[in-house]
Structure formats: C-alpha cells, structure tokens
C-alpha cells in the first residue's frame, strides 16, 4: 500500500516542488492542502484554509495521512508584524493539529534561518533562538510546540530561494522582474546566507524521510555564503542583464516595518553527518536558471 502524504502548501514556491517530487515515487499517495489550488489536479487538492482548524481537522481525520510535510506559510514578514493573530494561527496552531492526527508517524515542518538574530552567523541546531521579527518568533514557536510530540518531528530550519508556478513575488522574481523592466535595485552587502534552490530542497526531504535519518532539528543550506547583494548579482549573471542594475546597499537603509537579521548562515554539518550532502550555492542557480528557461522559454523570449 503507497504511504499517503500530506503537502500542506503545496501550491507554493517550495510546495509545488515537493508535491512534484513525491507525486513522482510511486511508494507515495499524494494530496495537497492550499486555499487555491493552482496546478494541482483536482482529485489530489483538499481546499482548505488552514486557520480554520476544525474543517482541517474534520478533512484530515477522514484522510488519515501518515506523513505530512507542512510548506504553508505567510512569508511577507511585514504583514505578519501587522496580523500576529493570522500569523500564529497559520505557522503555529495549524502545523500543531496536523501533527496530533493520531494517523501521522512522521511530519517535517520547514522552519527558517529567521529564528536567530542574526548576531553571530554560522549557527548549529543547539544555538539559542531570538527571532527579531513576530514571522520569525512564530516559525520558533511552533517548533517549540512541535518538538514535544513523540511522533517523528523533523524541523528543517533552512532559506530557499526560487519562483511560482503562477509568477509571484519571491526575491527572485523581484529582482529577475526588475532588471527585465531595466529598473535599479539595491542590494543588501551586509546581509548573509545559504539559501537552497526550492527544487533541491524537495529532493532532500524526499531523502530524509527514506534515509529514516534520526528526528530533530537540521539546518539545511548551501555549503558556501554569500551576501544578499551577492546573490541578485548572480541573477543578472545568470540571466545575461546589465549588472549596473544592482547597486550596493546596507539592511539599515531600508524601510522594513518589521526588523531583519544581518546573518542568519546555517551550519550544515548535522545533516551532512546523517549522510546528506548540501550542494553549492551555483550547483541550484544552475537549476533554477534551467527550470525558469523550461517554464517561461516562450513568455520572455528566453
Ligand atoms: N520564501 C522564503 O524566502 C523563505 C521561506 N521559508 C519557509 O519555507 C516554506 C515555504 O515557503 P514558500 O514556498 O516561499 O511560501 P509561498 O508563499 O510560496 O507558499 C505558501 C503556501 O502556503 C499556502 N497557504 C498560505 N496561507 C494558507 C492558508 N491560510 N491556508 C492554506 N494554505 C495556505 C499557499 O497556498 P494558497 O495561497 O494556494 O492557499 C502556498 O501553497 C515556509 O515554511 C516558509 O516559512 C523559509 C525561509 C525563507
Ligand atoms: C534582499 C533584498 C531585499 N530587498 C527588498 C525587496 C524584497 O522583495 C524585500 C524582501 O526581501 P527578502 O525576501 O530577502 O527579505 P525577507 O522578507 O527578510 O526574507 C525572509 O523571508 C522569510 C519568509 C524568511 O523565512 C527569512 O529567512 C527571510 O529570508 O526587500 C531589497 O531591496 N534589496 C535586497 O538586497
């Protein structure tokens, strides 16, 4: 009998890779929970909006999932900083029911390098957490609540980069808009990271779960750094603009209502013992650049 799993999120920038990769092993009987649906066949999608916990529930306990892999999010931190009540409801108490169905043997939660300030860099899963942001304290709130479970909990603390099936506002697709149009953007040369392109990190949680690697906390990323003004240069390498574009900048010159770490780089080396390799960051812009040509070939005269 195929396991049946659980995306929740599964229309979004990494969800729709998840629900690709695990739709595509035929051990795996996938559904997807979203508010929309898009892309996602009809007979796979449970429409849900997941702050409404008793219609979730109701809906998961006749489905009887025994993985669930939980990608839903509201990623525009500001907005969480405005509705905390939508952004606790969403991030913490929703991933909470799905993990208590008596049905689900293990649940990954894909949590972010947000839960730290962003002080040091280079952090191990034991650090302290001190999210600066209500985004980021309730990404550590629920793993916090999660961790408490019997159940196999994998919290994968990580930062992604990517694009939507239907196009969205990811960085990517920010900054790829922007130098389309021939517009100026600056970029954080202060900031630091080690995102993973959305397509590989689907594969690795496919690998997690079938490696059986011990529950936990792991931090996912690339093995090498790079600045946020680094990492939009390498777009307009990659997509041949003009590189005067971009310019350099510093986070404290922004105007975010909500405040941001400076360095939020992840250690590897827990999940790398498990036997999971982490790639480069140019092995997934590599990817990415060939998964956007597949896609938008004809739209942009790529
Ligand atoms: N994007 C980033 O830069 C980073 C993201 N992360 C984490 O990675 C994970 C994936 O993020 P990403 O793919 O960018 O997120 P997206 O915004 O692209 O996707 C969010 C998904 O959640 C679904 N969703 C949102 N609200 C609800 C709701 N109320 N009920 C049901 N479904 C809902 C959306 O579906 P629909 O709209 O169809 O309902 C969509 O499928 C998240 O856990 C995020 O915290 C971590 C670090 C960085
Ligand atoms: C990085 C960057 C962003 N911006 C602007 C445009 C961009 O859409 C907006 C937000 O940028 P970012 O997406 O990088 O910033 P942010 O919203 O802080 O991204 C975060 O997202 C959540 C979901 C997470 O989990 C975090 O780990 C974190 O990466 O700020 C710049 O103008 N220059 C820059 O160098």
């Not at 396991?3 to 559904?31: E, W």
């Not at 972010?112 to 980021?136: I, W």
């Not at 240069?233 to 590189?243: E, K, P, T, V």
């Not at 999940?271 to 092995?283: D, L, N």
């Amino acid at each position: 009998m195929p396991i049946k799993v659980v995306i929740a999120g599964a229309t979004g920038m990494l969800g729709q890779h998840l629900f690709r990769v695990f739709s595509g092993n035929p051990v795996y009987d996938v559904y997807a929970i979203s508010r929309t649906g898009a892309h996602i066949p009809a007979d796979r999608h449970i429409q849900l909006d997941m702050t409404d916990t008793a219609q979730l529930k109701k809906s998961m306990l006749a489905l009887k999932p025994e993985i669930v892999i939980y990608a839903a999010a509201q990623v525009n931190v500001d907005l969480c900083e405005k509705d905390k009540d939508y952004a606790y409801a969403l991030h913490v108490t929703a991933a909470k029911v799905l993990s208590e169905l008596p049905s689900v043997k293990s649940f990954v939660y894909i949590s972010s390098d947000a839960v730290f300030d962003g002080q040091r860099g280079n952090y191990v899963e034991k650090d302290s957490c001190n999210p600066l942001n209500y985004y980021a304290t309730t990404k550590m709130l629920a793993e916090q609540e999660l961790l408490k479970r019997s159940t196999d909990i994998y919290v994968i603390r990580v930062n992604i980069y990517g694009f939507h099936a239907t196009p969205g506002n990811s960085l990517f697709e920010w900054a790829w808009n922007a130098f389309d149009k021939g517009e100026k953007i600056t970029g954080f040369d202060n900031v630091y990271f080690n995102p993973l392109y959305v397509g590989t990190l689907a594969r690795l949680v496919l690998k997690l779960l079938e490696k059986k690697v011990k529950k936990g906390v792991y931090h996912f990323g690339t093995s090498d750094t790079l600045s946020k003004y680094d990492f939009l240069l390498s777009i307009a390498n990659a997509f041949n603009f003009d590189r005067s574009l971009l310019q350099k900048t510093e986070l404290d010159q922004s105007k975010f209502k909500a405040p941001r770490p400076l360095n939020t780089t992840l250690c590897t080396n827990k999940i790398v013992a498990a036997g999971i390799r982490m790639p480069a960051f140019e092995e997934g812009m590599a990817e990415l650049v060939n998964d956007f040509k597949k896609k938008f070939a004809n739209e942009y005269n790529l």
